[in-house]
């Protein structure tokens, strides 16, 4: 037999009919409405992940961390940045959560905020990480979103 997830919405679909699992998919359900009444069907779309994976790069070159970028965009674990990685396409609402997630977290960098914090040792990991992907600054691209650009000024 399958575990139950009481209070939450797995544990409905688990076949839970308690109230614990009946506020969680009632919750779930209303927030899905929500979304649809404030933005549209269309918000609901999914779009192409590209841009939403070189901000979150670029972010990480910056030597901002998982957790940090994960705060900002809403979310309660880093594995949601990870989850977005590794996607060809997102929901419209998360590409732009991660738009003014990368929006905030550039104008905090250029103010300097992570100045002396480089080499604390989860912010140079980032940075590692990042120079061996081969990741780029966002400024390197005319068009984040387009999947077939190329960055600028980078050689290759």
Do not use: F
């Not at 940090?68 to 309660?76: L, M, T």
Request: glycine residues 8%.
């Amino acid at each position: 037999m399958p575990e139950i997830h009481h209070g939450q919405t797995r544990g409905w679909s688990a076949g839970c009919r308690e109230d614990c699992c009946r506020a969680a998919i009632y919750a779930y359900n209303s927030k899905w409405k929500s979304d649809i009444a404030i933005h549209g069907d269309e918000a609901r779309r999914r779009v192409d992940a590209t841009g939403s994976r070189r901000r979150i790069q670029a972010l990480k070159l910056m030597g901002w961390t998982l957790e940090e970028i994960a705060a900002v965009c809403g979310w309660k674990t880093p594995a949601a940045v990870s989850v977005v990685m590794q996607r060809a396409k997102v929901l419209r609402g998360t590409a732009a959560r991660v738009e003014e997630a990368h929006e905030e977290l550039w104008s905090r960098w250029l103010r300097g905020e992570l100045d002396g914090q480089v080499e604390s040792g989860l912010r140079r990991r980032s940075i590692e990480q990042a120079q061996r992907q081969g990741w780029v600054p966002s400024a390197a691209w005319n068009d984040i979103d387009n999947p077939r650009e190329r960055p600028k000024g980078i050689a290759s």
